[in-house]
């Protein structure tokens, strides 16, 4: 394996791009089988147990952990390496999700272990993603791609996953079955693994000797929440992205499979609208990724934020099928782009031995809300029906893009890190 030191931008003809490109697959594949799992896991508790209950106990059990683990995760990543942390978390992902075919087929697998493994699984799942996340910059820099370009780049990867795997999986279940989806899952995170084991090198950025004991462990997470509190627009980044998880994501988790199923009449229709997010999100990222450079951060953001909240005021309206689908198309198009922003300012501002907590964070604060609001509009159409929760829906979304116009919070947006934000040198020691 190799080592290398903290990359500085690459000049012209000596960029190293196979390391970001393998990053790229490893995370297409990881967010393939992460797919393959949100469609093959319930489907073989339905199968197995019959029960939509139990099926609902599930989802829960996987999303959880996010919200338990996040900065948790991120101070393993912090501690034992980006790269170290990827690879072992991928194989004990792919190890707990063979485990529920092997076991089922061997000994036989009873609901209260396998919603165990699951949750299991799901522990595993954060820290490697936020340990992938936290190799882009390097390896960006590494191939000399602007960060705003790496981002979205990524963020394809994530869409064409999220747009692929679902169809695939309905499609493998049917031709072999749930429980062999199963192992093509596991296989993915091996895969996943080898990719990052084989063309990444190893890039350790130095850091003070850390203590060890449970003392040292809360001292490492209280610097990181320091951190937090103390940058001003990393702080404004994070309430802003857990009040867009809280407040609109829920329209694609609940309020649009009831507006499909009282005002469109078909599941059909849903999934088209689905689809039409996934290709306006797969086409924002491409065009970010092409014009980063001539765009200016904050016109981007407010204008993507802006834009998804003027398009749930046109559901007052309560349009046809069509005219959803062309919303759709323009609000991934526009909107996309503030992912790929939101994760580029805080690479820039993050010290390279302080991501993996300060970005599992940001995984716990945008999981933990997400559930919130998701609970939250589901009660409100069952206690004040479909149409006052869209104007809910509008009104609230107001909130947070009203809040990108406060100068004092964002006035530094356009900046690279500040002077103070990456003490750790420009040296590397090796991971083993």
Known sequence: ML???????AERGTTKRWPLLALYAANLVSHFGGNLTYVAIPW????????????GMVAVATALPAIIVGMLGGLVVDRYGFKRTSILADILSGVTTASIPLLYHTVGLQFWPLLAIVCLGAVFDIPGYTARASLLPDLARLAGVRLERANAASQTCLRIAQVLGPPAA???IALLGTSNVLWID??????????????????????????????????????GLRFIRADQLILAAMVTFALGAMLAEPLYGVILPVYADQLLGSALDLGIIYSALGIGS?????????????LPR??????????????????LLEPR???????????????????AIFQTLMQERIPAAMRGRVLGAFTTFAFGAMPLGLLAYGALIDGIGLYATLVVLAVANVLPALSLFAPWTWNELGNVAPPSADPVPASAVPHD
């Not at 073989?44 to 099926?55: M, N, P």
């Open 321 to 339: 099928l069509w005219t959803i689908v062309v919303m759709m198309v323009v609000n991934g198009l526009m909107f996309e782009p503030t992912n």
């Open 298 to 315: 904050r016109f981007t953001l407010v204008s993507g934020w802006v834009v998804r909240a003027v398009s749930f005021w046109i559901f």
């Open 282 to 294: 797969i086409a924002g990222n491409i065009v970010f990724a092409t014009f980063s450079y001539r």
């Open 170 to 172: 309905g499609v493998l």
């Open 44 to 55: 073989f508790v339905l199968q197995t147990t019959g029960s939509a209950s139990k099926t």
């Open 186 to 223: 596991a296989a993915t995170f091996g895969v996943s693994a080898a990719i990052v084991a084989l063309a990444i090198p190893n890039i350790r950025h130095t850091s003070e000797p850390r203590a060890k004991g449970q003392l040292a462990i809360f001292s490492d997470l209280s610097e």
């Open 3 to 9: 080592d290398v030191p903290p990359p500085q931008v």
